[in-house]
């Protein structure tokens, strides 16, 4: 499938006689939330404001406001925040 994208750079190739680079799709937004496989987290911590978890692909780091803690994980293994204060 070919788009009608032109990059910001095009003008140059036009004024120097060359074909731009050809920019193909490579499947709409549909088609990659499709094939997109879930991440299976675990072992949830929270250390002051970083909640960090294990996932098939190494830690998974994230910040969290400093009012929320880690009350333990629901039916789906995603982490319970509770708001503080």
């Known amino acids: 499938m070919q788009s009608d994208y032109k990059a910001p750079d095009s003008k140059w190739f036009e004024e120097n006689e060359l074909t731009p680079p050809v920019v193909s799709v490579h499947?709409?937004?549909?088609d990659v939330?499709?094939?997109?496989?879930?991440v299976k987290m675990w072992n949830w911590k929270l250390s002051g404001n970083e909640l960090s978890c294990d996932t098939d692909?190494?830690?998974l780091v994230q910040t969290i406001p400093t009012n929320y803690i880690c009350k333990?994980?629901?039916a789906d293994g995603k982490p319970i925040l509770?708001?503080?204060g």
Request: charged share 35%.
């Open 57 to 59: 692909h190494g830690k």
């Open 72 to 74: 333990g994980t629901d």
């Open 27 to 30: 499947g709409t937004d549909e």
């Open 82 to 84: 509770h708001k503080i």
């Open 33 to 38: 939330r499709s094939n997109l496989k879930p």
